[in-house]
Structures are given as structure tokens and as C-alpha cells.
């Protein structure tokens, strides 16, 4: 297989516990004195909707504006020692990624998460050198964040090629992939529902060897 492979991050490559992003979100509500918490909004908000982007998300669920909730979102996550202690790598990624770039496979991102949200944790849990590109729609001008196609679609550019397939575990990525024309590969890591309808359903990344 010599085609690029794009990965989403969070529920494809790291585990988030989400004890840890309910209490981030409320303690957000709760220094705001306004919006609307509950489990399930911050589940959507987290795993994304094959409709609407996480901005639109967080205004729609907990009724705080973006721009407020952001800064403190970031506030609240920059401590290093979360990472350690709320996160993990799926124990496939490592030596799937490792016999990847053997075959000389390229190997990109593509996220919605903010850079102070996925620089430390790629570099905590990878290191340098796995990903030729990595897309952080969220801090880039008119590219939209997934369910949009841009970021992909930035990607293969930057990578060189338009024979790819983007694997992720949300409706979102699904979405984003297909809108992009290229295979929506969906992780299933029993986390979380998904409703889209993907190319192809995988249980491991040891099944894209």
C-alpha cells in the first residue's frame, strides 16, 4: 500500500478521559456564571457532529459564546501533567505507525484541536519524526475545521498527493473524508456512537497493514 494515510488524533491515536473534560467544562460554566452542562453536551462537543463544527457545537450545547469559552478551555488544559494523567496512547499505534513509515508510507495529521492541545501530547507519547504533516484547523485562516473537508484537502497538498485515506472515530472525520473524495476509514474504539456511514470499519489500526 503506497497511498498517504491522514490520521485524526484524539479517539484514533490518544485515549481522553472524559472525567477530565467534564470537569474542565465545568469549571468553565461555573467561572462564567452562565451556560448549560450536562455529560452528554460535552460528549458531542468532544467527538464533533457530521453537521456542524465544534465552534458551532460549543454555542449550540452549553450556550457560551466561543470566544469566551476558548481562552479558558486553554487555561484550564496547559498544565503539562494532564496529559499524563488523562491521556493515553491505544497500544496499536506505536508499532502500526513504526511498520508504516518502514514501507515508506507518508503519514499525516489533521485536527480541530488547538496546537497547545497537540504538540505536547504528540510529543509526549510519539516524539518527531512519524507525521510529515500535521493540520491544525483550528488556528488556521479560512480552513475550516471537520466536518469541512479543508484541512484534509491542505494536507494532501502539503504531502503531495491526492491518493489518501483519513482514519478517524467520529462522524466528523467520516464526513470530512468523503466531502474531501477521498475513503473514510472509522476506528471504532467503543467509546462513543458514530451514524455516518464510512468507507470501511476497523476494531485495530493493525487492520490498515
Not at 499505534?93 to 514501507?103: A, M, T
Not at 504528540?122 to 510529515?132: A, H, K, P, Q, V
Request: with cysteine; glycine share 6%; net charge negative.
Amino acid at each position: 500500500m503506497g497511498k498517504a494515510i491522514i490520521f485524526d488524533v484524539d479517539g484514533t491515536l490518544i485515549h481522553t478521559s472524559m472525567n477530565l473534560v467534564n470537569a474542565v467544562v465545568k469549571k468553565i460554566i461555573d467561572e462564567l456564571s452562565y451556560g448549560e452542562f450536562s455529560p452528554e453536551k460535552v460528549s458531542r462537543f468532544w467527538w464533533g457532529d457530521k453537521n456542524i463544527s465544534r465552534r458551532e457545537l460549543i454555542e449550540l450545547e452549553f450556550k457560551i459564546s466561543f470566544d469566551d469559552f476558548i481562552p479558558l478551555f486553554r487555561n484550564h488544559t496547559m498544565n503539562f501533567d494532564y496529559v499524563k494523567q488523562f491521556k493515553k496512547l491505544y497500544k496499536d499505534v506505536k508499532p502500526v505507525l513504526d511498520e508504516l513509515l518502514f514501507r515508506g508510507i507518508p503519514l499525516g495529521v489533521v485536527t480541530d484541536a488547538p496546537s497547545y492541545i497537540v504538540v505536547p501530547q504528540l510529543n509526549y507519547f510519539l516524539g518527531n519524526g512519524y507525521f510529515s504533516e500535521v493540520i491544525m484547523t483550528h488556528e488556521l485562516e479560512n480552513v475550516r475545521d471537520k466536518p469541512a473537508p479543508d484541512g484534509l484537502l491542505l494536507c494532501m497538498e502539503k504531502l503531495g498527493t491526492r491518493d489518501a485515506i483519513f482514519v478517524g472515530d467520529s462522524d466528523s472525520d467520516i464526513v470530512a473524508a468523503q466531502s474531501a473524495g477521498i475513503p473514510a476509514i472509522l476506528i471504532e474504539r467503543g467509546e462513543h456512537e458514530t451514524y455516518a456511514k464510512p468507507d470501511r470499519t476497523i476494531k485495530t489500526l493493525y487492520e490498515l497493514l
